[in-house]
């Protein structure tokens, strides 16, 4: 059978690209949020993803000696058997227009999981937490402010 062919019949059977009648692909839920991780970290404009505290906690394994980068964190997905919905908390540079960039994060991601996994992606929501100035250490927990 061609490529067209199974296309084709995979299409008809309704059950999307990853099912055919020589097997089902499962994608797991950290797959998805690290394509979507990586794909946000990609656009300009996106300091960092993670809240307050996952940004702590990953900057401190990110210290430890062997450690890797955690391209999953600030990522939350929902992963179906045809769609998936991907939550991301992100800071922003400092200067960009927010919903500029909410659309070029968008756009990113759905593009690159929807292209890599054949998982329809349904929404992507954004939190923006805190914008990053040039000069800032960021090291600082949030709602901490030194005085000097």
Known sequence: MTEKATAAATKASG???LASDQ?????ADQVVAKIAGIATRDVDGVHSLGGGVSRTVGAIKERIPGSRTNYGQGVSVKVGERQAAVDLDLIAEYGIAIADLAAGVRRNVVSAVERMTGLEVTEVNIVVHDVHLEGESG???????RVE
Request: proline share 7%; no cysteine.
């Open 15 to 17: 059950d999307g690209a």
């Open 139 to 145: 090291d600082e927990p949030e709602g901490e402010s």
């Open 23 to 27: 097997g089902k692909t499962t994608i």
